[in-house]
């Protein structure tokens, strides 16, 4: 995944992603960034670019959800125990007056692990937030949807997990797992009631099978997909019109969110 600034910076992340590693007690990608100064192609840094994956990631998506989710929303659903569930909880607490942080996975062991996990991170946010944040552990995926204000997806699934009837009115969901043209987290319904944009659109017309899979079954047309995080970013798209609006958000990652991460590293080093 290359990216570059003339002049400034140039990147490149090298990855693999072996999605049975978890049953391994290993992660599913492990990554290296690789940054060169951009006038003479000069190594900077040689850089952990799993944990750039997992923060970059979490960024963007409460990005996003700074345009997508309603103000007041208080309920967060995390759907997923991997290493990057924790991530997006905290970044999505950090933007909205989140309380109550739930977890779901498919182990309830895992589930119960994750939820100690940011219940024990929470308290270094705490102080800035002012609020304390509940993390309970949900058995029964349907309910913990039907009951947040922001569901974030962030497994392994080759199906679909969360189901649109499940979405309450003003819901905002944030998919991050899949990256597969043939893979989704969520169902057709899902993207036929919401509000759609992707992190970029360039990546994710070619990978976000949440999103592809219903356009080529005829479900909605290629224009359902509103615009991209660059477009909510300039103005050139509006985000959430009514607080009734379903939202989506389907990020695929970008070697430019990358650059951006492994620069912001390379200069507090």
Known sequence: MPAWQPGEA?????????????????????????LFDGKT?????VIDGTEITRRRTAAVAALAATFLAREAASRLLVVGTGAQAPHNALAL????PIREITIWGRSRARAEKTARDIADAWPRQAESHGRKVRVPVADDLESAV?????????????TPLVHGAWLAPGA?????GSHSPNERECDDEAVRRARVYVDTMTNAMQEAG?????????????SHVLGDLYGLCRGDVGGRQTADDITLFKSVGSAHADLAAARMVAAAS
């Open 10 to 34: 140039i990147g490149l992340k090298l990855f693999t992603l072996f999605p049975q590693n978890p049953a391994r007690g290993l992660p599913t990608i492990h990554a290296q960034v690789l």
């Open 41 to 45: 192609g000069v190594p900077v840094a």
């Open 93 to 96: 607490a950090a933007i909205r």
């Open 146 to 158: 039907r009951a947040a204000d922001v569901v974030s997806c962030a497994t392994s699934s080759s």
């Open 172 to 176: 905002h969901l944030d998919l991050v």
């Open 210 to 222: 949440d999103v592809l899979m219903p356009i080529r079954s005829g479900v909605v047309p290629g």
